[in-house]
């Protein structure tokens, strides 16, 4: 089922698209972001962490038709849970609040879906490294890749991008509510693999943070994302089909 030109708007039987954005006090980055999600996309969700800036106003302004949640707790990894819940579309795409993911790589993501792959992952390592990224936070991103590939036997490049696409209904399969602190990508991935969904890795741009810093400490993520990465492996936390 194809649609000329990357135009996945309007095809007959052709499925609904989600994307969903988590952001907190991301006013000044969302201008860069929400006016370039493509057309054919049929839900915009932004589910904001209770932003103390304008971030929510700003949302509103730019794309009158998004519809906004906030988050019943904290950090990306809860959010992501939220957002993925109330999603209505049959496909759910994340894409970065920061500027960093470029809305124009979507169709890469939303092609292998097509093919039969449940997960499409973001991998920014793949023909590229990120822009303005610091070569000790490059280091870890590969570190923490290389981790997982021993722990669970794949060859991926990149286990922290916020750039991924899946059918929501593959995730049914996928058990987010043994675990008080749903983290974020890498606990995800992690129990998508565990689940024995179909892993497509999908190569993408990163144009790095518009504005600011990230908001954890690097060591912090690194050291959080391998111990995820064991713990799963030696928990096998996930739902059987």
Same mark, same amino acid.
């Given at each position: ?67 906004? !949640? ?42 292998? !879906? ?14 590229? !490294? ?57 606990? !995800? ?53």
């Amino acid at each position: 089922m194809k649609r000329a030109n990357n135009n996945f708007k309007n095809a007959e039987g052709y499925p609904r698209i989600t994307v969903l954005i988590c952001a907190f006090n991301e006013e000044k980055s969302l201008p860069h972001v929400l006016p370039k999600i493509p057309t054919w996309v049929d839900e915009v969700l932004l589910v904001d962490g209770h932003s103390m800036d304008k971030t929510v106003e700003v949302a509103r302004r730019l794309r009158p038709d998004i519809r906004v !949640l906030y988050q019943p707790d904290r950090g990306k990894g809860d959010a992501l849970r939220y957002g993925i819940k109330h999603a209505s579309g049959d496909i759910v795409v994340t894409l970065d609040a920061d500027g960093a993911t470029d809305p124009k790589d979507m169709p890469k993501f939303i092609e292998p !879906l097509l093919k039969g792959y449940d997960f499409a992952k973001g991998s920014r390592f793949t023909s590229s !490294l990120p822009a303005n990224k610091a070569s000790h936070r490059i280091f870890g991103n590969l570190l923490i890749a290389a981790v997982f590939n021993i722990v669970y036997g794949g060859r991926y490049t990149d286990l922290c991008s916020g750039y991924n696409a899946f059918w929501k209904r593959a995730l049914e399969r996928v058990n987010f509510e043994s675990s008080d602190c749903f983290e974020d990508e890498p606990l !995800l991935v992690a129990r998508v693999k565990r689940a024995g969904l179909r892993i497509a890795e999908v190569g993408h741009r990163d144009l790095g943070r518009i504005y600011g810093e990230g908001k954890a400490p690097s060591w912090r993520q690194g050291l959080k994302a391998i111990k995820t990465i064991v713990r799963e492996r030696i928990l096998g936390a996930y739902r059987t089909p």
